[in-house]
Every structure is written in C-alpha cells, then in structure tokens.
C-alpha cells in the first residue's frame, strides 16, 4: 500500500470522528460542558471502553467457541457479546459523570454519551485499519467505519446518556434511575446489535441480497442519527423555555432588565451587541444568568432534600449578586 496515502486515509478518518464531537459539544447552545470532561469522556471511551469490551468480548468468544461451531460463535460475538458488552464499557464513565455537577440533563447525557462513543469507535476504527491488506480494503473501511459505525456507537451511547439525564434533571431515585438505565442500555445494545448483524448478513448473503440488507443498514444508521439530533433540539428547546421562565421571575424580582430576560433565552438574539452596554463582560453576564436559570430549576427539583436545598439557594443569591454587579457597570 501506498503508506502516504494510507496515513492520509487514516489521519481524515481521524479527524473525522473529532468533527462528529466538536459538533455536537457546539449544539448545546445555553450551557456547554466543560471542554476537558468531554475529552476526558472521549478518552474513556477510546481506551477503558475499548480495551475492557475487547477483553470481554474475546473472553466470552473463546467460551463459545468450546461449545459452538466458529460460524456461530462469530455471529453470537457481532449481535449478542460486542453490542451488550461494549455498551456497558463504554457508559461506565457515567458511573463518574453522575456526580458531576456538569451533569444535569438529556442534553448533557447525550453529549457525554456521544463523546464516550465515538472515543470508543476512534480506537476501534484504527485497529481495523491496522489489520488491512491493500488500499482499497483500507479505503472501504475508511469510508464506512466513519460514516455508519462510528454514528452506530455514538448513538448508542447517548440512549444511555440521554437516560440518566432524563433521571438526573427530574432528581429521580435511584430505582427510577435504575429503571431508566435499563431502558436505555436495551435500546443501545438492540441498535447496536442490528447494525452489527446487518454488517454480518451483508457478507454473508451474495451480491444482490447484501446489497439490500446493507442499503437497509444505512437508511437505519442515519435514522437513528436524525432521531438523536431530533431529540437534541428538542432537549435544547426545553432548556430555551426553562431559561425564559425563570429570567422572568428573575426579572421580576430585579435581578437583571426585563428587556434582558427577553433575549438571554434567545440564542441568536443575544449574540447581537445592539442590546448591552459594551463595558459589561456579555460572555460571563449569559453564563451566569443562564446557570442561574438551570440551578433554580434543580432547586425546583430537590425541594423536599433540605441540604441540597441550601447549597442551591446559596449559590443562586451569590450568582445573583454577581448579575447585579455586572449590570450595575
């Protein structure tokens, strides 16, 4: 093979799967995560995440293989072992992330859902890479690792993300967040468990069959890819009217302007300079007023935990005095 033309094939590959990321991290308008625990949740994925599920994976297919024939030990490790082992490797960085205070909703599960993905399909695509014999086998892996497998882990992750959000912003228990873990690892493991026993029938079926089974494959992987955006916007939507009710009240309470309450809400309103004094910091006044918004909300949520309680009034009566200080310049 061509070895600069491999490592370019490589290299976009690569870049590729950071591009899915950035964009995705960009998407949270109101309240982006912290750029290095979203890199940090990418790097789990790319190295605990790929290094247990193989392990695991590995391990129950040499205990198959002692009871089974190969053909089916190989089909038992792409639709049963990898999906419902690999899920579980890679979401084991929310058992940190839960704690987090970055962590509060879909939004923010579906970001570090998607960030644990693709880490996982990073290292993964770069290890079938290493294996091929000639350019155009490396070409068609580039092409359909980046474009379908690594979407397939990136939304798997994130039906685990958006599940524990879900529990997370609604302060549910923890036998409700039990509940709703499950819900999502078994909608991960059966998306990922489809695409990989498609990719498995394609090679198996002749030319005509595969094809149909592997255009299905692609109609199903960028469904589920506009599905998760769909519900990104959604979860995005829910965040703009929680920001827009609380600066409200907010407002009321002479927190910040009116006006201003009718335009932090607004993502592309507020990027105007037309409504703020230039000598106050806009950047750090959205942050805060937006955090604001979203720890009220969490103090709505945890009303009957009277610890929890305090901590958030204290934080909020001091996020309020640093908007007047800012709005008083």
């Known amino acids: 093979m061509n070895p600069f033309l491999s490592i370019f094939l490589v290299a976009a590959a690569t870049f590729t799967i950071f591009a899915y990321i950035v964009f995705i991290w960009w998407l949270d ?22 290094m247990l599920g193989g392990a695991f994976t590995l391990s129950l297919s040499a205990i198959s293989n002692l009871i089974f024939d190969p053909s089916t030990t190989n089909l038992l490790t792409a639709v049963v072992f990898a999906p419902s082992l690999e899920e579980i490797t890679k979401a084991l960085i929310f058992v940190f992330l839960i704690f987090s205070v970055h962590f509060d909703n879909e939004t923010d599960g579906l970001i570090y859902g998607a960030a644990t993905g693709l880490g996982f399909a990073c290292v993964e695509n770069l290890l079938y890479f290493s294996n091929t014999q000639s350019m155009e086998e490396l070409a068609t892996l580039v092409v359909l690792r980046t474009g379908l497998t690594a979407l397939v882990h990136c939304v798997s992750s994130s039906l685990i993300g958006i599940s524990l959000g879900f529990a997370r912003a609604r302060g549910s228990s923890a036998f409700m967040t039990l509940i709703f873990l499950t819900v999502g690892y078994v909608l991960a493991v059966a998306n990922h468990a489809t695409w990989n026993g498609i990719a498995t029938a394609t090679g198996s079926l002749g030319a005509e069959g595969g094809g149909i089974v592997f255009l299905t494959g692609i109609l199903i992987v960028f469904g589920g890819a506009l599905v998760m955006f769909m ?12 920001i827009e009710r609380v600066l409200k009240l907010e407002a009321k309470m002479g927190t910040l302007p009116d006006v201003h309450a009718s335009i932090i809400p607004f993502w592309l309103k507020r990027r ?14 959205v942050r805060l007023a937006t955090k604001l918004a979203f720890r009220k909300h969490k103090y709505e949520v945890f009303r009957n935990n009277d610890k929890k309680k305090k901590k958030l009034i204290d934080e909020m009566d001091r996020i309020r005095e640093e908007i007047q200080t800012l709005v008083q310049v």
């Open 272 to 285: 105007k300079s037309d409504w703020l004094d230039p000598k106050i910091n806009k950047k750090r006044y």
């Open 231 to 242: 519900l990104t916007q959604f979860s995005l939507w829910r965040e703009h009217k929680l």
């Open 29 to 50: 308008r109101y309240e982006r995560e912290p750029i290095w625990l979203v890199f940090l949740t990418f790097c789990w994925g790319a190295f605990g995440g790929t």
